[in-house]
């Protein structure tokens, strides 16, 4: 009898070892989701900035090349009125 309550001591003990183990992983997953979520925001955020940095790059290159064909246009008329 006393090996039968030596095994269902050991068992208990696992039991008991495996149900912490079993919470502290899912405190450390509910703890990776919160990181997860958290950086899916971030990562919105930056797209965000990112398309508004692009698209004002973008202007800026129009602008550029619109003031070269102006500046082109304008030295051309200039040359030929003359």
Same mark, same amino acid.
């Given at each position: 009898? $006393?090996?039968?309550?030596?095994r269902?001591?050991?068992?208990?003990?696992l +039991?008991?070892? #495996? /149900?912490?183990?079993?919470?502290?992983? /899912?405190?450390?997953?509910e703890?990776n989701?919160?990181?997860?979520?958290?950086?899916?925001?971030? =990562?919105k955020?930056? #797209?965000?900035r !990112?398309?508004?940095?692009?698209?004002? /790059?973008?202007? +800026? @290159?129009?602008?550029? !090349?619109g003031?070269?064909? $102006?500046? =082109?246009? $304008?030295?051309i008329? =200039?040359? @030929?009125?003359?």
């Amino acid at each position: 009898m $006393t090996a039968s309550a030596d095994r269902l001591d050991r068992i208990e003990a696992l +039991v008991e070892k #495996n /149900s912490q183990a079993i919470e502290k992983n /899912s405190q450390a997953i509910e703890k990776n989701s919160q990181a997860i979520e958290k950086l899916t925001e971030e =990562t919105k955020e930056l #797209n965000i900035r !990112f398309a508004a940095y692009q698209q004002a /790059s973008q202007w +800026v @290159v129009n602008l550029a !090349f619109g003031l070269l064909a $102006t500046a =082109t246009i $304008t030295t051309i008329v =200039t040359a @030929v009125l003359r």
